[in-house]
C-alpha cells in the first residue's frame, strides 16, 4: 500500500507518520518551510507517553507524488480543500482511495464533486499539535472514524494504533464532531493550551452558549448527533457551565489533556495562516440561515475570530471578556 498524504501539517505528519512506522510506504506532500522541519525526520509522541524517532520520509511540494498512490488522505484545512482538488486532478490515479481527514461537513462531498469520483469522509477525533521542527504530539484520546469503504486496509490502521471506527454513515459523526470544535474559535481567541482555557469557568460558558445555540438548531433541523464524549451531546452545555471543582470531577474526561495541547485554530492565528472558522461556526450560521433563524453567538465567534486574523498584535480575550461579549450579542 503506497500511501500520499496531501497536506503535510498537523494531522497529516502524524498519521502518516504513524503508518510509515508500521510499514506503509508514504509519501508526505506539503509545503517547502514543512519539507524543512522534516529534514531530521519525524518524532512523535502521544499523551500516553509513546515516544517515536523516524528518519525522513519521501516528501514532495507538488500533487505528481500522488501518481503511484494506492491510498490518498487529504489533510488540508477546509478552505484549501477547492485548490486541493484543483491540483490533484490531472496526477491521480483512478484506482486509488480518496479519504478526507479535515473538520467540517461538507470537505468529502465538495472534493468529491470537485474530482468527478468518491471520496470517503473520515473524521480525527484526537488532537495533534506541531511542536516544531519534525515533533508532532497527540494530546489527548481519541480515535480515527471513517465512512464504510471495502477496500481499506484497516489492519494497518490498527498495527499503527489508529484504529478506524467504521460507520454506514458519517453525517451524523461530523455533526457530532462540529459540535466539539466550537471550542476552536474560543480557545484560539483566549490564548492558552486548551486544558487552562476549558479549566476555567467562564470561557466553558462561552462554548456552552455556542453549543447550546447548534443543539437547538440540530434539534430543528432533525440533525442526529453521534455521541463523541462519554456525556450525550445534549448534556454538555449543562456540565460546561458548573463550577470549576464540580466540573473537575464529573468531567475528568473532559479534562484529561495533556497540558500542551492547543486547537489548530490556535495555532493558525500564531502563525498568522487563514483560520478555519467559515467551515465549523460558518457552518453553524448556515444551518441556522437555511432554517430561516439565527446564530448570534456563533456568529460572534466568526467576526471575533476573523477579526483576530487580521490583527497585529493579536488580542487575547479573558473568559470574563469573552462571556460579555457573547451574551451582548
Ligand atoms: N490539528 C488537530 O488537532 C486536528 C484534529 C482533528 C481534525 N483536524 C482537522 O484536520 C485538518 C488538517 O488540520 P491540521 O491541523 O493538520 O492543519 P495544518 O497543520 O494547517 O496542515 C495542513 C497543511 O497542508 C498544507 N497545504 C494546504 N494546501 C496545500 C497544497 N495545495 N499543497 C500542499 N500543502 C498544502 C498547509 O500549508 P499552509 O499552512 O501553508 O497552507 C499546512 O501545512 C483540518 O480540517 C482540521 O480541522 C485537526
Redesign the pocket.
Given at each position: 500500500m503506497r500511501i500520499a498524504i496531501?497536506?503535510?501539517?498537523?494531522?497529516?505528519c502524524y498519521v502518516g507518520g504513524r503508518l510509515a512506522h508500521a510499514g506503509a510506504d508514504v509519501v508526505l506532500?506539503?509545503?517547502p518551510?514543512?519539507g524543512d522541519a522534516l529534514a531530521q525526520g519525524l518524532h512523535l509522541t502521544d499523551y500516553r507517553g509513546a515516544d517515536l524517532h523516524l528518519p525522513p520520509l519521501p516528501f514532495a511540494?507538488g500533487?505528481e507524488a500522488v501518481k503511484d498512490a494506492t491510498l490518498v488522505l487529504i489533510?488540508?484545512?477546509?478552505q484549501?480543500s477547492a485548490?486541493?482538488a484543483a491540483?490533484l486532478s490531472t496526477h491521480l490515479p483512478p484506482a486509488a482511495i480518496l479519504v478526507s481527514?479535515?473538520?467540517?461537513i461538507g470537505?468529502a462531498a465538495a472534493l468529491s464533486q470537485a474530482l468527478g469520483r468518491p471520496v470517503v469522509p473520515g473524521?480525527?477525533?484526537?488532537?495533534?499539535?506541531?511542536m516544531g521542527g519534525g515533533h508532532f504530539h497527540q494530546g489527548t484520546q481519541g480515535d480515527l472514524h471513517i465512512e464504510e469503504s471495502p477496500r481499506l486496509n484497516e489492519a494497518l490502521f490498527a498495527r499503527a494504533g489508529l484504529p478506524l471506527h467504521v460507520h454506514d454513515d458519517m453525517q451524523p459523526v461530523m455533526w457530532g464532531k462540529l459540535m466539539l470544535?466550537l471550542n476552536n474559535a474560543i480557545n484560539a481567541l483566549s490564548g492558552l493550551p486548551l486544558k487552562d482555557q476549558l479549566g476555567q469557568r467562564d470561557y466553558r460558558r462561552c462554548l456552552a452558549a455556542a453549543q447550546e445555540e447548534y443543539l437547538d438548531l440540530c434539534r430543528v433541523a432533525d440533525q442526529p448527533l453521534a455521541r463523541l464524549s462519554p456525556l450525550p451531546a445534549a448534556w454538555l452545555p449543562g456540565v460546561l457551565r458548573l463550577p470549576d471543582r464540580l466540573f473537575a470531577l464529573l468531567a475528568r474526561q473532559m479534562l484529561a489533556i495533556d497540558p500542551k495541547a492547543r486547537?489548530?485554530m490556535a495555532?493558525?492565528l500564531t502563525?498568522g495562516?487563514k483560520p478555519?472558522i467559515d467551515?465549523i461556526n460558518g457552518e453553524v450560521a448556515r444551518l441556522a440561515k437555511r432554517l430561516g433563524r439565527s446564530a448570534p453567538v456563533n456568529q460572534r465567534l466568526m467576526a471575533l475570530v476573523e477579526e483576530a486574523s487580521h490583527s497585529e498584535p493579536r488580542r487575547t480575550w479573558s473568559g470574563r471578556e469573552l462571556l460579555q461579549t457573547l451574551q451582548s450579542a
Amino acid at each position: 500500500m503506497r500511501i500520499a498524504i496531501f497536506g503535510a501539517g498537523a494531522i497529516g505528519c502524524y498519521v502518516g507518520g504513524r503508518l510509515a512506522h508500521a510499514g506503509a510506504d508514504v509519501v508526505l506532500i506539503g509545503r517547502p518551510r514543512m519539507g524543512d522541519a522534516l529534514a531530521q525526520g519525524l518524532h512523535l509522541t502521544d499523551y500516553r507517553g509513546a515516544d517515536l524517532h523516524l528518519p525522513p520520509l519521501p516528501f514532495a511540494t507538488g500533487p505528481e507524488a500522488v501518481k503511484d498512490a494506492t491510498l490518498v488522505l487529504i489533510c488540508v484545512k477546509s478552505q484549501d480543500s477547492a485548490q486541493a482538488a484543483a491540483q490533484l486532478s490531472t496526477h491521480l490515479p483512478p484506482a486509488a482511495i480518496l479519504v478526507s481527514f479535515q473538520n467540517g461537513i461538507g470537505n468529502a462531498a465538495a472534493l468529491s464533486q470537485a474530482l468527478g469520483r468518491p471520496v470517503v469522509p473520515g473524521m480525527v477525533g484526537f488532537n495533534v499539535a506541531w511542536m516544531g521542527g519534525g515533533h508532532f504530539h497527540q494530546g489527548t484520546q481519541g480515535d480515527l472514524h471513517i465512512e464504510e469503504s471495502p477496500r481499506l486496509n484497516e489492519a494497518l490502521f490498527a498495527r499503527a494504533g489508529l484504529p478506524l471506527h467504521v460507520h454506514d454513515d458519517m453525517q451524523p459523526v461530523m455533526w457530532g464532531k462540529l459540535m466539539l470544535n466550537l471550542n476552536n474559535a474560543i480557545n484560539a481567541l483566549s490564548g492558552l493550551p486548551l486544558k487552562d482555557q476549558l479549566g476555567q469557568r467562564d470561557y466553558r460558558r462561552c462554548l456552552a452558549a455556542a453549543q447550546e445555540e447548534y443543539l437547538d438548531l440540530c434539534r430543528v433541523a432533525d440533525q442526529p448527533l453521534a455521541r463523541l464524549s462519554p456525556l450525550p451531546a445534549a448534556w454538555l452545555p449543562g456540565v460546561l457551565r458548573l463550577p470549576d471543582r464540580l466540573f473537575a470531577l464529573l468531567a475528568r474526561q473532559m479534562l484529561a489533556i495533556d497540558p500542551k495541547a492547543r486547537s489548530s485554530m490556535a495555532d493558525d492565528l500564531t502563525l498568522g495562516r487563514k483560520p478555519e472558522i467559515d467551515a465549523i461556526n460558518g457552518e453553524v450560521a448556515r444551518l441556522a440561515k437555511r432554517l430561516g433563524r439565527s446564530a448570534p453567538v456563533n456568529q460572534r465567534l466568526m467576526a471575533l475570530v476573523e477579526e483576530a486574523s487580521h490583527s497585529e498584535p493579536r488580542r487575547t480575550w479573558s473568559g470574563r471578556e469573552l462571556l460579555q461579549t457573547l451574551q451582548s450579542a
